[in-house]
């Protein structure tokens, strides 16, 4: 859980490389973080440790997913939605959610999408969450 969230938490403050105004706080993290530890209602009747921490972990990606794209234009989701999955799937489907993203975008969006991909796994690179950098994408 704290790796997830780690990880959630500076994916969130490379955002402000995609565009300047999203500056997002670590207030505005831990507010996330509280509300789903707090008023989260998938967690009642839920007594083993490792069923809440389940949900938890799955809920923690929806609510920042939802809560982060309110601040996003548009054509950001895609690229904070990338990042995200990447975390959450730890790079081992990443590359088929990528694949199927591309695909079923329209052929006026795929030019778009690739150039994000492209940012995304660069930003990724630079961070050093992946070990190598790919040489196309």
């Known amino acids: ?7 959630i938490y500076f994916a969130m403050e490379s955002l402000a490389q995609v565009h300047f105004l999203y500056q997002l706080s670590l207030r505005f993290f831990l507010d996330i973080f509280y509300e789903l530890l707090n008023n989260n209602t998938n ?3 839920v007594k083993e440790p490792s ?9 923690l990606f929806q609510l920042v997913f939802k809560r982060v794209s309110r601040t996003l234009l548009h054509d950001d989701y895609i690229t904070f939605g990338l990042q995200i999955a990447y975390i ?6 990443f590359v088929v959610v990528v694949a199927v993203v591309v695909v ?5 969006l795929q030019a778009q999408a690739m150039r994000l991909m492209k940012q995304v796994m660069n930003s990724f690179y630079v961070e050093g969450t992946i070990s190598h950098r ?4």
């Open 104 to 108: 079923v975008l329209s052929k006026a």
């Open 88 to 93: 959450n799937l730890k790079g081992i489907v």
């Open 1 to 7: 859980m704290a790796v997830a969230c780690s990880r």
């Open 43 to 45: 967690l009642e009747g």
């Open 51 to 59: 069923e809440r921490l389940s949900i938890l972990i799955r809920d």
């Open 134 to 137: 790919p040489t196309s994408v």
